[in-house]
């Protein structure tokens, strides 16, 4: 079973700054890996899919990068909007299982 | 467009069951299958398990094994995702989820929220 740790738990910055989230799966899932984000109440929405191409409608400043084992989401100058928790997720294609990671909250400072 | 609409709030005790219907609209209900994942107060997204609406094969995460089952209905276009042996921390919010062409959960139902409580 592969399990995914993100870093940091927690990040505070302020709008303008730039955000740099660490996924890592304890083995390697490819470039299988995808970012959503989740406001409160929502449901989460995808930022990022196989590692570094931006889901529909996703603006230019949320960029993905990474493959095997170590992935980043990178978030290059932080809007108001963007203060949310963000998710890592792997896929596997058969059997068809999808794992989360545990979050990384971007608060403002 | 498509849209996921998922059946409303349920209260149930410990020990009981529950049944969360995810009815899909605007697109071909076979041609994708449905994930679950729930999401506890204040914690982070749990996948729960998928279903192939072409088939019905499933693949369900360990931690639920025998506790859980999904099935679809193609005549209606709905999913339903059932857990039985109610704890206390099953309560959370269960979403369904449907694959975009990405490969990854591009559509989402709005969220049932299920309290298990004596």
């Known amino acids: 079973e592969i399990v995914l740790t993100q870093s940091p738990a927690t990040l505070s910055l302020s709008p303008g700054e730039r955000a740099t989230l660490s996924c890592r799966a304890s083995?390697?899932?490819?470039?299988?890996l995808a970012w959503y984000q989740q406001k409160p109440g929502q449901a989460p929405r995808l930022l990022i899919y196989?590692?570094?191409n931006r889901a529909t409608g996703i603006p230019a400043r949320f960029s993905g990068s990474g493959s095997g084992t170590d992935f980043t989401l990178t978030i290059s100058s932080l809007e108001p909007e963007d203060f949310a928790v963000y998710y890592c997720?792997?896929?596997?294609?058969?059997?068809?299982?999808?794992?989360f990671g545990p979050g990384t909250k971007v608060d403002i400072k | 467009q498509v849209q996921l609409v998922q059946s409303g709030a349920e209260v149930k005790k410990p020990g009981a069951s529950v049944k969360v219907s995810c009815k899909a609209s605007?697109?071909?209900?076979?041609?994708?299958?449905i994930s679950w994942v729930r999401q506890a107060p204040g914690q982070g997204l749990e996948w729960m398990g998928w279903?192939?609406?072409?088939?019905?094969?499933?693949n369900y995460a360990q931690k639920l094994q025998g506790r859980v089952t999904m099935t679809t209905d193609t005549s209606t276009s709905t999913a339903y995702m059932e857990l039985r042996s109610l704890r206390s921390d099953d309560t959370a919010v269960y979403y369904c989820?449907?694959?975009?062409?990405?490969?990854?959960?591009?559509?989402w139902g709005q969220g049932t929220l299920v309290t298990v409580s004596s």
């Open positions: 989820a449907r694959e975009s062409n990405s490969g990854y959960y591009g559509y």
């Open positions: 605007g697109y071909t209900f076979t041609s994708y299958g």
């Open positions: 279903i192939s609406a072409y088939n019905g094969n499933t």
């Open positions: 083995q390697s899932v490819s470039s299988y």
């Open positions: 196989d590692a570094s």
């Open positions: 997720q792997q896929r596997s294609n058969w059997p068809r299982i999808f794992t």
